[in-house]
C-alpha cells in the first residue's frame, strides 16, 4: 500500500481529540449518501414512467400508423399491404376505422373513441388482447354484435359481460336524412380491458371493423392502418421507408411523433430532475471542504514531519485528495445501496399507488438505467474531487521550517 493511501485512511478514523472533525466526516458521507439515493431514486422513477406509458401507448395502438391525406379516409387493397410489408422491419399490418362516438347505458352515457379493428389481424399489432380481465376479444355476429369496453368506462355506465350498451355516430355526416337522429344500433358487451392508463381504460372501446365502417358510413374505407415493427426504437426510420415506398398519397407516423410533446416534456422534466438534484451533492461537497480544511489545521505538524522527512508537495496533495474521494465513495456506495433498494421496493411490491385518472398508470413505475447510474457514478466523483483540490493544495503548501518551528 502507497503511504498517501494509508495516511489518508487513518484520517478516516476517530480519534478523541479530533471527535469534532469525524462528525464533519460522516455528515459530508450522509449528504452525498442522500443525494446520491434521490437521484437513482427520481430517476428510476422518470424511466419508469417513460417506459411503461410508451409500453401502454404502443402496446394498445401501434408503433406505426399509415394515414391517407385523403379525409375520406384510405382504401386497404392488398397492394398496399404488400407494399408496407415489404418494407424491412415490418412485421405486421392491420386495418382501423377510428372515430367517435356516444355510448349509454341505463345507467349512464358518456362520449368515447371506437377503434374498429379485426380482431385477427389486431392482434399481431397490438396488444390489447393481452389486457382483458373479463370476457374476451370478440365482437359477437350481425345478429348479435358485439362490443369491447375499457374497465373504467364499464364502471362508469355500471355494465358488465353481457349487458346491453347503445352506441351513437357523433359524425354529422353520418345523421339519417329523414329522421335527422344519428345512425345508431345496439351492441353486447363481449369483454372488458385494463392497460392501466386511464385515457384508454375510461374512453376507448372495440368493435368489428365492419360495424365501425358501417356506424361512419365508411364503405371499405378505412382511417388508417397499423403496423407493427421488429424494433419499436427504429420506428422511425421505418416509417420513412414506408414514405418513400408508398408515395405522396399516403404518410406514416411513428409512435414517437405522434407523442412527440408528451416524451419530449419527460426527458426535457429528466434532466431538470438531475441537475436539481445534484445540488445535493454539490452542498455535500462544501461540507467536504469543510471537513478537510479542518484535518489541514489539526494536521500541520504531521505535514511539516513528512515534509521534513522528504515527502513532495505531490504527495501530500494526493493524501487529502484521497481522503476526500475516500469520503465521496463511502457515500456513493451506501447511498447506491438505499437507492437500489428502495426501488426494488417498489418495483416488487408497489407500496405507492396512483390515482389512475390522474396520472395516466395505477402504480408508481421503477426502472433502473445503467447508464444513468454511471452518471450519477460520474457527478458525484467530480464534486468530490474539486471539493477535494482547494484543502489539498492549502496542505501542500505548507512550509516545514514554519509549521514545526514551534512543535
Known amino acids: 500500500m502507497q503511504y498517501e493511501l494509508f495516511i489518508a485512511s487513518r484520517y478516516m478514523r476517530s480519534r478523541e481529540k479530533s471527535r469534532f472533525i469525524s462528525i464533519v466526516t460522516f455528515i459530508s458521507i450522509g449528504g452525498i449518501s442522500v443525494g446520491v439515493a434521490a437521484l437513482i431514486i427520481v430517476l428510476s422513477v422518470m424511466n419508469g414512467f417513460e417506459s411503461d406509458i410508451r409500453k401502454k401507448i404502443v402496446g394498445t395502438t401501434s408503433h406505426i400508423t399509415v394515414s391517407s391525406f385523403d379525409r375520406q379516409g384510405l382504401h386497404p387493397d392488398d397492394s398496399l399491404y404488400d407494399k408496407i410489408l415489404g418494407v424491412k422491419g415490418v412485421v405486421a399490418a392491420s386495418p382501423v376505422v377510428q372515430g367517435k362516438i356516444a355510448i349509454s347505458s341505463p345507467y349512464g352515457s358518456d362520449g368515447v373513441v371506437v377503434r374498429g379493428v379485426d380482431p385477427v389481424k389486431n392482434k399481431v399489432v397490438s396488444d390489447i388482447h393481452e389486457n382483458m380481465i373479463v370476457g374476451s376479444f370478440e365482437f359477437g355476429d350481425r345478429e348479435k354484435p358485439g362490443i369491447v369496453l375499457g374497465v373504467s368506462l364499464a364502471d362508469n355506465l355500471n355494465v358488465n359481460v353481457g349487458d346491453r350498451v347503445t352506441v351513437f355516430s357523433l359524425n354529422e355526416a353520418d345523421f339519417d336524412p329523414l329522421t335527422s337522429r344519428p345512425v345508431a344500433n345496439h351492441y353486447y358487451v363481449e369483454g372488458l380491458f385494463e392497460t392501466g392508463m386511464y385515457e384508454y381504460d375510461g374512453s376507448l372501446v372495440y368493435m368489428s371493423l365492419e360495424e ?196
Open 212 to 407: 365501425a365502417q358501417w356506424l361512419f358510413g365508411m364503405g371499405e374505407q378505412v382511417s388508417f392502418i397499423d403496423v407493427k415493427t421488429q424494433n419499436i426504437y427504429e420506428a422511425a426510420s421505418i416509417a420513412k421507408k414506408i414514405d418513400n415506398e408508398l408515395g405522396y398519397l399516403y404518410f406514416a407516423s411513428d409512435w414517437s411523433r405522434t407523442h412527440k410533446n408528451l416524451f419530449s416534456w419527460m426527458t426535457l422534466e429528466k434532466w431538470a430532475m438531475f441537475l436539481a438534484l445534484s445540488l445535493i451533492i454539490a452542498v455535500a461537497g462544501f461540507n467536504i471542504i469543510s471537513n478537510l480544511i479542518m484535518i489541514v489545521l489539526e494536521k500541520k505538524k504531521d505535514i511539516g514531519i513528512l515534509r521534513a522527512l522528504g515527502a513532495q508537495r505531490t504527495a501530500i496533495r494526493k493524501i487529502f485528495i484521497i481522503k476526500g474521494l475516500m469520503v465521496g465513495i463511502i457515500g456513493l456506495l451506501s447511498g447506491s445501496i438505499l437507492g437500489l433498494f428502495l426501488c426494488f421496493l417498489q418495483n416488487e411490491y408497489s407500496i405507492i399507488s396512483l390515482p389512475a385518472e390522474i396520472y395516466f398508470i395505477n402504480k408508481l413505475p421503477v426502472k433502473i438505467d445503467p447508464l444513468d447510474l454511471i452518471g450519477i457514478v460520474g457527478i458525484t466523483l467530480i464534486i468530490t474531487y474539486i471539493a477535494s483540490l482547494y484543502p489539498a493544495n492549502r496542505a501542500a503548501s505548507l512550509a516545514p521550517a514554519e509549521v514545526i518551528r514551534y512543535e
